[in-house]
């Protein structure tokens, strides 16, 4: 998986830069326990912290190859490219020669043969940075869906790049700042950041399917994939059978590795379907993992989790033959790692759903190196309520944000007036809506259809796939995503929403209906039928006791910067008043998050600079 980080200059002697650039990646450490690789020319400076998957002694990096006229291209590279195997042999062919079994190597070879046109041949997840040292050109590029991170940013005649933002800010002469519209990401939009926006200001971050090319003139971003609208003639059994056919060679590919692979399997429809499909390819030598966290005081009182996980998991690890192994995190460890989303992401983030899935990943970390996950299923096979429910899918912006406050509710007047947060929603939202491809002569319905899979797609995904990446690396886990091929999306972007709920069909009407049936003879009924029961969110009320009191104390502290951009009275009235209605950064109803979030947005605002 890695951690990747450069700096490129074109008017500056790099070459005594050393120190700048180690201490750049050691940023990354978490994300490459492995080994730690430095390479430094006139103009450029790359690092890089290894994962070791595939190739353990072969794939080290940065990795150069000398160009046509001599000169080396080198990469740092972050992620997994699935098809390697098949870009190799096709390399060979055309004559090149290769000194390890390593996909890094794969993809050198494949920008000496091809140039940038490479990007359109990959499969997999990834980010990577290839410097051209006799174009004196840097190509930064990032994977269809976005789940590796890249960001970057101007610096000086030259430019910074890392995998997450400290790397970018332990350079010396960048500046954790954030200005207003990065404040509005955060408070106006959290839930549906925007695309290519890093919050911090003059950062970037390379939009999903997107190459960015560097040079002495400038930098340029371009597009290189997105979906695209075609008819779908097919009906549900032969759509099932596509959808099967993908799913089956998607997660034979994501299988290779050199290093133990595990599942992540929560009892629903999604993890157990990637399961079976693993189980069946390693023949009862997998084993899968889930996370419990304190329930409700009251049972079945979570209205977003109907059911709990563990029994179902068994049944699906016992049907399979594999082992299970359940990570629980009690009370005490969800406050003491309060702010683990803070500390990796770099950002306010999610709570208890942060720490929860960090605790879980470092449970798998202690067997395996890598592990398959759900992710992404809900949003490509219709699996939330803002995708069905009409109320939801006519609102008039984001279809998540319907009945939904957002943390901006709680600023002072003054800084209100200046974010401007409904305005700025609307605009992205506008701007967002400007992206969907459409088919011509579709109606009212199918055009909405459209638009709100490519919301979830651009704007919901992303958080889902940012969340998965930085808990995993803070363990060196990599974690997979087989529902994120990018394949599987162009399908079922085309797919009607009435045919995912296979609708009109015999024991359809039922969210994911579609992978559903794509999946029955693999595993029990009672996990094919079993109703979509969301991510584990902590309920307990010693939790949120916990929390509540940190908070008051956040307010009752005169120097908190929260209350720089917070208004005090409504805080306090939130906290000490209406807990239900404190608002957070995700859709779900807990106080907990909403709680969380403001202690992370008062830990964050001491470590940066606001500036208007």
């Given amino acids: 998986m890695c951690g990747i980080t450069g700096w490129v200059d074109w008017t500056l ?105 490479l990007v359109t041949r990959l499969n997999g997840m990834y980010a990577f940075a290839i410097w051209d040292e006799r174009a004196r050109r840097l190509l930064l590029v990032r994977d269809r869906l976005g789940i590796k991170p890249l960001y970057y940013a101007g610096l000086g005649d030259g430019i910074v790049f890392g995998s997450e933002p400290k790397a970018l800010l332990a350079h010396p002469e960048m500046k954790a700042e954030v200005d207003l519209e990065g404040l509005a990401e955060l408070l106006a939009v959290p839930r549906a950041r925007t695309p290519g926006h890093a919050v911090y200001r003059g950062m970037r971050e390379v939009r999903p399917g997107c190459v960015v090319v560097a040079d002495a003139s400038g930098c340029r971003e371009s597009r290189y994939w997105q979906v695209e609208a075609r008819p779908h003639t097919k009906d549900f059994g032969a759509t099932t059978a596509d959808v099967r056919s993908l799913l089956t060679d998607i997660v034979e590919r994501q299988l290779v590795a050199d290093v133990p692979v595990g599942t992540l399997l929560s009892g629903g429809i999604d993890s157990s379907a990637i399961t079976a499909m693993a189980a069946r390819e390693f023949a009862g030598r997998l084993t899968s993992y889930s996370v419990s966290v304190p329930a409700p005081a009251r049972p079945g009182s979570d209205l977003w989790r109907p059911s709990p996980d563990e029994p179902y998991a068994r049944l699906v690890a016992e049907r399979l033959g594999i082992e299970h192994s359940v990570v629980e995190v009690g009370t005490d460890g969800l406050v003491e790692d309060v702010d683990r989303g803070l500390r990796a992401r770099d950002l306010p ?28 299923a809900d949003e490509m096979f219709g699996g939330y309520t803002w995708q069905v429910d009409e109320r939801y899918v006519r609102h008039t912006s984001f279809p998540w944000m319907y009945a939904r406050r957002q943390p901006e509710v709680l600023l002072r007047e003054e800084v209100r ?101 794509a999946c029955a003879d693999l595993l029990p009924d009672e996990i094919v039928d079993r109703p979509k029961s969301a991510y584990p969110a902590s309920r307990d009320p010693g939790y949120v006791e916990a929390l509540r009191k940190l908070v008051l104390e956040t307010i009752d502290d005169p120097g908190a910067p929260l209350f720089d951009l917070m208004d005090r009275a409504r805080v306090r009235e939130a906290v000490t008043s209406g807990l239900d209605a404190l608002p957070g950064p995700i859709t779900a109803r807990t106080s907990a998050i909403g709680l969380s979030y403001l202690l992370e947005l008062d830990r964050w605002l001491s470590r940066v600079r606001v500036v208007a």
Wanted: include cysteine.
């Fill in 349 to 376: 983030g999610w709570g208890d759903l942060d720490v929860s899935m960090y605790h879980l990943f470092r449970g798998v970390r202690a067997n395996c190196t890598v592990a398959l996950s759900g992710e992404s």
């Fill in 13 to 117: 002697d790099l070459r005594e830069q050393g120190p700048v650039i180690t201490g750049m990646t050691r940023t990354q450490a978490p994300r490459g326990p492995d080994a730690e690789g430095t390479w430094l020319s006139h103009h450029a400076a790359l690092g890089h912290r290894r994962l070791a998957v595939i190739d353990i002694e072969g794939g080290r990096q940065p990795m150069s190859r000398n160009g046509p006229g001599g000169e080396p291209v080198v990469i740092t590279f972050s992620g997994e490219i699935y098809n390697f195997r098949e870009l190799r042999a096709e390399l060979r062919s055309a004559g090149w020669s290769f000194a390890t079994r390593s996909d890094t190597e794969v993809l050198l070879t494949a920008y000496l043969q091809w140039g940038a046109d």
């Fill in 417 to 517: 007036r200046a974010i401007r947060p409904e305005v700025y929603e609307a605009d992205r939202y506008r701007d967002a809506l400007a992206e969907v491809p459409h088919l011509a002569g579709e109606d009212r319905t199918a055009r909405r259809q459209r638009e709100v899979f490519h919301l979830g797609l651009t704007r919901w995904l992303g958080a889902l796939l940012d969340r998965k990446d930085r808990m995993s690396m803070a363990v060196g886990l990599e974690v997979r995503v087989p529902f994120a091929d990018h394949r599987l999306a162009e399908y079922l972007f085309n797919v009607p929403a009435d045919l995912k709920a296979g609708r009109g069909t015999e024991g359809g009407g039922m969210e994911k209906a579609l992978l559903r049936r």
